[in-house]
């Protein structure tokens, strides 16, 4: 019984914590890891997921250092707490009001930590003005169930304005992280067209303006900082049924000769049906994590244009510093792939790599104009079996450790896969630079 009691307080004191933080005329932060103004760069406090309210819902607030001297309070700091946080300095020094779009405010999340996974969903309750049950153990769960109760009460479009990785996924991002880009989404005054979820998926009227390659731009009544109205892509899976689309690109720009036609009720299915829990993370013990190095490339002029593997619900990619991504393979069998660009010089190559039979493998291939990243790793699916036809994959086994591809500009890409101390875990590394003859 007091547990219980335990987690109905608990409940109640976090659906409660933002009024609290509003009500108060002033309120007080100790950094226990500042000495001056200079410091608060590398102070955890900007860092954590809780301290983002804390940050924006009183009305005053004053800052402390270590030895609880006063350093300022929020609006003279607010420039420099501005380039830490991402936040718009406005919103910092002024009363937090509710007027920015609800993709903009979860971005303030992105790059936030929680000790519980969960917690990253819980700490933005009070910011989106929504109150429901807490369920520690739900997981990433506890995001999409903040996104829909926050739908209940707003027609904000720019909810499903996120970027993230999957081929096929259903209406709603899985994290904060996937509203990086969306700092400056906005949506205008007056109400979009009501939306709703229901048991063939989210129900919307949005404007469908089909593309060269089959699929529909989806017009969102959201707008870019150049007042563009942008739109998410969608493929038809029977009548009337859509799924999300090329997830990890940009949203489509509406240019403004183009003409949106009339709203079409469209629903948009989840990629996984919640069948037998398979939407439940698969037994753990079986993953390889592959730490990719490609800070060389960087130097050279080349973007990471895109990554993709063949389950993003399942395998992940995490960024730890510009040039370097580890991605964690749930079980031997999986693949993923990365796309390169240098702009200036055309040039590009895609890396694809894996496990297979519990080891690694590694290829770097073209690819073409009227291809996408996901057809040309999807290309190497029958590489799991006996390949005896010509194709992208045509390197026997043993010889899928280290590549070079010669580029058109004349310098070669190099790239190794090689095991490091921890079983199942990997290092890649990509390089651009002359060679040996030989030592391919």
Not at 75 to 100: E, K, M, Q
């Amino acid at each position: 019984m007091r547990r219980l009691c335990n987690c109905v307080e608990l409940s109640e004191a976090i659906n409660s914590m933002y009024r609290w933080y509003q009500d108060a005329y002033v309120c007080y932060v100790y950094l226990s890891d500042v000495d001056t103004e200079q410091d608060l760069d590398r102070s955890r406090w900007f860092k954590r997921g809780w301290t983002l309210q804390e940050l924006l819902a009183p009305n005053h607030m004053v800052f402390f250092n270590r030895e609880w001297e006063r350093i300022d309070n929020r609006s003279n700091l607010s420039p420099t707490i501005s380039r830490i946080t991402g936040i718009p300095a406005r919103v910092i020094w002024d009363t937090f009001s509710g007027n920015y779009s609800v993709a903009q405010v979860i971005s303030w999340a992105a790059g936030r930590e929680t000790t519980r996974e969960e917690d990253i969903a819980y700490c933005l309750l009070g910011l989106l003005g929504v109150n429901m049950p807490l369920i520690y153990g739900e997981g990433s769960r506890a995001f999409e169930r903040l996104q829909q109760e926050f739908m209940r009460t707003s027609t904000d479009h720019s909810l499903f304005s996120w970027v993230g990785p999957g081929i096929e996924r259903g209406p709603f991002a899985q994290s904060p992280e996937e509203f990086l880009h969306c700092k400056d989404i906005s949506i205008r005054e007056s109400h979009s067209l009501d939306f709703s979820l229901t048991n063939r998926g989210l129900r919307i009227d949005l404007p469908l303006m089909r593309l060269q390659d089959g699929n529909f731009a989806a017009v969102l009544d959201v707008y870019d900082q150049d007042h563009r109205r942008r739109a998410i892509y969608l493929k038809e899976q029977r009548a009337g049924v859509y799924r999300r689309v090329r997830c990890t690109e940009e949203l489509h720009k509406v240019g403004p000769s183009e003409m949106i036609p009339a709203p079409k009720t469209v629903y948009i299915e989840p990629a996984v049906p919640r069948i037998l829990g398979r939407d439940r993370p698969p037994p753990q013990g079986d993953e390889h994590s592959i730490r990719i190095d490609f800070k060389a490339a960087l130097l050279q002029g080349f973007c990471l244009e895109q990554y993709y593997s063949i389950d993003d619900l399942l395998n992940k990619w995490k960024s730890l510093d510009d040039g370097i991504l580890v991605l964690t393979l749930i079980r031997s069998g999986q693949y993923a792939g990365l796309w390169f660009k240098n702009a200036e010089s055309g040039d590009q190559f895609t890396v694809v790599l894996g496990v297979h039979n519990w080891k690694s493998w590694l290829d770097i291939t073209d690819i073409g104009a009227d291809e996408s990243l996901e057809s040309v790793v999807d290309e190497y699916y029958h590489f799991r079996k006996t390949c005896n036809r010509m194709c992208r994959c045509g390197p026997p086994w043993k010889n899928l450790q280290r590549m070079i591809k010669p580029l058109l500009g004349g310098l070669p890409v190099q790239v190794s896969i090689d095991s490091m101390d921890l079983e199942r875990e990997f290092i890649v590394k990509i390089l651009l630079e002359s060679v040996d003859e030989g030592s391919h």
